[in-house]
């Protein structure tokens, strides 16, 4: 088993995920700014309405959830391999009737490579 790194060997990088601890020039670990105060920079940025890439799972509902309880307008796309699967269908419409936003549905870039 490899052992784990210890923080503070830990180097920062340019691209850091959402949710996890950032690090700054000194490489002290600064923790991530509330979900909220995201939501509202990100809202100012993009005039309150912003694109989310909506698969169905907990981690897009809950997004859209956020953002809609900010009052940001969600503009939601989903990606598909194979179109008009009616599994897929049925979930992406009760998500639209719910919401009562269309949700895009958009060929994966992926789907090239089948």
Same mark, same amino acid.
């Given at each position: ?6 923080? #503070? ?63 940001? #307008? ?22 639209? #009737?719910?919401? #009562? ?14």
């Amino acid at each position: 088993m490899m052992p784990m790194m210890p923080p #503070e060997t830990i180097r920062s990088g340019t691209d850091m995920i959402p949710g996890t601890l950032q690090l700054n020039r000194r490489d002290k670990i600064t923790p991530v700014p509330p979900g909220e105060q995201i939501i509202d920079t990100i809202a100012a940025k993009c005039n309150n309405k912003v694109l989310l890439a909506f698969s169905c799972g907990k981690d897009a509902i809950a997004a859209w959830l956020a953002l809609k309880a900010r009052g940001v #307008e969600v503009v939601p796309y989903y990606y598909y391999l194979c179109p008009d699967l009616e599994f897929i269908e049925s979930s992406l419409k009760y998500y639209e #009737e719910y919401f #009562e936003t269309p949700i895009m549905r958009v060929p994966s870039p992926s789907i090239y490579r089948l």
